[in-house]
């Protein structure tokens, strides 16, 4: 069985600061990463995603996500975040092997407010 | 521009409606999803299926039903609709297992107010 943990319910912070917000798994097999993004009233997009190589994956918009495989986690990243990019945000993974990949398991998401 | 569509973005229905939520892809994904979101507790997966006809209950199917006679098309029901069944609904599609990595394609959303 895998699992997620997004440590952080909410993290405000004004606009043009850093932000991370933080993602941890657990799975007895290897897996891909993803962190999904939700803008208000809308469904899920897709942000940016691990399969393999690098271990830095970015975003066209400017966030980007670091795999960790010895510490299991996947935090993302932005240098200076806007208003535009207040929204939820939600980690999943889902394992390489087997039959089983066809199913994500998500995190219970992190809110982001960007304030002026 | 693949898509996931979700045939209505609001309802409002009463208690004991039996109401059906349509979700329609044009990705020709085998694997198609039902998810609930509710605040605090992210999303949970009612039903999947993996292919025409074929369906597996997922954390919650309590209360749920779905049809699948169509590739593309994945259809949730509420047999008897109940207040507690007040939520935002998503579906979602991927490809089937041995090609895929899992990643999901969501349509927009269909929020059910239920009085």
């Known amino acids: 069985a895998q699992s997620v943990t997004q440590l952080d319910s909410q993290v405000p912070v004004f606009e043009e600061a850093p932000v991370e917000l933080r993602c941890n798994y657990s799975?007895?097999?290897?897996?891909?990463l993803f962190w999904y993004v939700q803008y208000p009233n809308q469904g899920l997009q897709l942000l940016l995603k691990?399969?393999?190589?690098?271990?830095l994956v970015e975003s066209i918009n400017g966030f980007e996500a670091e795999f960790n495989k010895s510490q299991t986690s996947f935090h993302l990243r932005k240098p200076s975040v806007h208003i535009s990019d207040t929204a939820e945000y939600f980690c999943?993974?889902?394992?390489?092997?087997?039959?089983?990949?066809?199913?994500?398991?998500f995190g219970k998401g992190t809110l982001l407010t960007v304030n002026p | 521009d693949v898509k996931v569509t979700q045939s209505s973005r609001y309802l409002v229905k009463r208690t004991g409606e039996k109401v059906f939520l349509e979700c329609v892809q044009d990705?020709?994904?085998?694997?198609m999803f039902w998810y609930r979101q509710d605040p605090g507790l992210g999303l949970r997966l009612i039903y999947f299926?993996?292919?025409?006809?074929?369906?597996e209950k997922g954390d919650i199917p309590e209360g749920y039903s779905v049809s699948r006679e169509k590739k593309e098309r994945f259809s949730l029901i509420l047999e008897s609709a109940s207040t507690n069944q007040t939520s935002m609904y998503l579906c979602?599609?991927?490809?089937?297992?041995?090609?895929?990595?899992?990643?999901?394609?969501f349509g927009e959303g269909s929020r059910l107010t239920v009085l």
């Open positions: 979602a599609s991927s490809l089937l297992t041995a090609r895929g990595t899992g990643e999901l394609f």
């Open positions: 799975s007895s097999v290897s897996v891909y």
């Open positions: 691990y399969l393999s190589g690098s271990t």
């Open positions: 999943a993974v889902s394992s390489v092997s087997g039959g089983s990949n066809y199913k994500l398991t």
């Open positions: 990705m020709d994904h085998e694997n």
């Open positions: 299926s993996y292919d025409v006809k074929m369906k």
